[in-house]
């Protein structure tokens, strides 16, 4: 996220100087653009791959800033989290073997991490929400100890006066708050860059904004958050909520978020848009900027606009501008946000592949997107991507709509094809690259497609986080394979199913703490509920502990099947009386557990308190309940596998 040294909490004056520095860089790149010193008739590409640092459970591994000591590779770099990492690739020119360059050097820097990685007993992992994140993991001392992340956490949450929220509906439902900014860290991207002249910004810009949805659709690998089945790209939804810093009464206004795709096409070029996000979104982090542009202008060099890109730098854009100076020249870039990581490095330069093909191709037959679709359409084509993937219904130029499946195969890959052709990539690894791409639309099988359906084959088999795991150890293998080198890399579109290993140790680390297993679908009853309600959801659910909520949602106790049987014995509610209530039966203040629980500590404690369930809150909230049985069924699976092994 981040490349520039930014101050610590600024005060009013700082900020008030920042925003000057911030106005002078817009009045030097204005200048920049009229006198035609922004580099033209070059087109190079470039990446950032981000990526997940996990232990030896598949579980996040907060070793960030070891690793990157030991790696001691300087194309390496933190990110928001300790268990991120980013990578930022070299340039290069768009032609020849440039695409077999970016995936050789994609191999090395995320060898050289995973080398480091494994010496500390952890490896990295490519994928755009790691299956076995959890809440738990989305504590502050898991933020990267550097001032511009604990900064970016307090500006935000001030701008924000207030948590952040998040509400992803798709097969199921997330509904949640945060009170830090680390709900942005469950997401890790394959960013790629298309440098392009200032002239021709604005087409280009407005091509990308069109060529993202199908891309994307072939390319979504993000179906699960924390344990739920979302979007196909969940990262989309929950990157756009995930620091929204808007207090409820700007969202009313109806102003925008700093992630969002754009409320129209680009009419003039890049000026326009750093403009327009410099008068619309608040400066929230400052940096020293060094000598005055103008002063740089009048000696005849180029300035590094720093304040500018600070401020870009915090405004996120599915396709963001991006101003830079290589070799004492200043050039303007496409990046492209919206592609996850993974889920093998050929299918990620696969991806970059189609979407710098369509680039090239379209850009001549269709010089004027804005003057052939809707801008409306194009929005709805990228939101329809990330939520249903190559299911995806599409709009295209002519208003014809397609399945994304169709459009890709029928219309798109041609035209990639032809775009790399033109822009003299070698004849092999267009074949190579968009071959990937083909085969995958074809079987239908993107990342999270494979990921749903390995879900769906393990189902009634193990646990959810039994599950999770299976996912990422399957994907880590084929991941290593890709690694050794030699031919072995196997693209998403060939993967068998994950599956469920007996393996004792990673059986073991399942079930360690109470929050790995309990039940989380959750039945429960009011104080003032009559108790044949009660008695009604244990039969029907056939549960012999329900816990009791109040009207705020807090937990204030349990009824158990042997409190009902008592009451029966005394007969009450007969005889015309009134008839019994919840509250008269329950145990008020219950004994509770959290989800970070020791399992052994939860038997410890069922045993000295003689209870047989313990609800598990988090704050006030009943999140889960664990009971004797569940306990009697991760005893039973722990001694089938250790007497199988035996």
Not at 17 to 33: I, K, P, T
Not at 137 to 158: G, K, M, V
Request: hydrophobic fraction near 45%.
């Amino acid at each position: 996220m981040g490349e520039h040294q930014v101050s610590e909490q600024a005060n009013e004056e700082q900020l008030q100087a920042f925003m000057r520095a911030l106005l002078d860089d817009v009045e030097a790149l204005e200048r920049l653009l009229q006198d035609d010193r922004i580099e033209s008739g070059v087109r190079r590409i470039g990446a950032e791959q981000e990526m997940f640092l996990v232990d030896r459970a598949l579980r996040p591994a907060p070793l960030a800033p070891e690793v990157l000591e030991r790696a001691a590779d300087g194309r390496l770099t933190t990110e928001l989290a300790r268990f991120n990492l980013e990578a930022n690739l070299c340039p290069l020119p768009f032609g020849g073997d440039c695409l077999r360059r970016l995936e050789a050097e994609l191999s090395d820097v995320i060898g050289r991490a995973a080398e480091a990685a494994r010496a500390l007993g952890a490896e990295v992992l490519l994928t755009g929400i790691l299956p076995t994140l959890r809440a738990g993991d989305l504590r502050l001392d898991n933020l990267t100890p550097s001032p511009r992340y604990h900064e970016l956490n307090r500006a935000l949450l001030q701008l924000r006066q207030g948590h952040f929220r998040a509400a992803i509906h798709g097969l199921d439902e997330l509904e949640m708050t945060h009170d830090n900014i680390l709900l942005e860290a469950c997401n890790t991207s394959f960013q790629i860059h298309l440098q392009v002249g200032a002239r021709e910004f604005a087409p280009l810009y407005n091509l990308a904004q069109v060529v993202t949805a199908p891309v994307l659709a072939a390319a979504v690998n993000s179906p699960l958050l924390l344990g739920q089945r979302l979007w196909h790209e969940t990262r989309i939804a929950l990157f756009e909520t995930s620091i929204d810093t808007r207090p409820t009464d700007r969202e009313i206004r109806q102003h925008r978020p700093r992630v969002h795709f754009g409320d129209g096409w680009v009419r003039e070029g890049a000026l326009e848009i750093f403009r327009e996000d410099i008068a619309r979104f608040r400066v929230i982090m400052t940096a020293e900027t060094g000598e005055p542009p103008a002063a740089v202008l009048a000696r005849g060099e180029v300035p590094d606009l720093k304040a500018l890109r600070v401020h870009n730098g915090t405004v996120y854009r599915w396709n963001r501008p991006c101003y830079g100076v290589a070799e004492g020249i200043a050039h303007l870039r496409i990046e492209s946000r919206a592609l996850p990581a993974g889920p093998t490095i050929l299918d990620e330069v696969a991806n970059a592949a189609f979407f710098f093909g369509l680039m090239s191709g379209l850009a001549a037959e269709h010089p004027r997107v804005d003057l052939e679709m809707p801008f409306e359409d194009a929005k709805a084509n990228f939101f329809a991507a990330a939520r249903h993937g190559l299911k995806a219904q599409l709009t295209w130029f002519g208003g014809q709509s397609f399945p994304a499946a169709e459009l890709v195969l029928s219309r798109l890959l041609p035209a990639a094809r032809a775009g790399l052709s033109a822009a003299g990539i070698d004849a092999a690894d267009i074949d190579r690259y968009l071959g990937v791409v083909e085969e995958r639309v074809r079987r239908g099988q993107t990342g999270a497609q494979w990921a749903l359906g390995s879900l769906a084959a393990m189902a009634g088999h193990g646990t959810p986080e039994m599950q999770h795991r299976a996912l990422c150890a399957a994907t880590l293998a084929r991941q290593r394979e890709e690694a050794r080198g030699g031919g072995a890399a196997r693209p998403v579109h060939t993967w068998e199913p994950a599956a469920l290993e007996p393996d004792l140790d990673l059986l073991r680390d399942s079930y360690r703490t109470v929050g790995q297993f309990m039940s989380t679908d959750l039945f429960t009853v009011r104080p003032t509920d009559i108790v044949d309600f009660a008695a009604s959801v244990m039969e029907w659910r056939h549960v012999r502990h329900v816990p009791v909520e109040d009207d705020r949602g807090r937990l204030v106790g349990v009824v158990s099947h042997r409190a009902l049987l008592r009451l029966v014995s005394r007969g009450a509610g007969q005889n015309g009386s009134a008839p019994p209530t919840v509250a008269s039966i329950m145990l008020p203040d219950p004994v509770t557990i959290t989800p970070e629980t020791p399992t052994l500590e939860a038997m410890r404690i069922m045993r000295e308190q003689r209870v047989a369930c313990l609800p598990v809150v988090s704050g006030e909230r009943l999140v889960g309940i664990v009971t004797e049985r569940d306990l009697l069924d991760v005893s039973a699976r722990l001694l089938e596998v250790f007497l199988r092994e035996g």
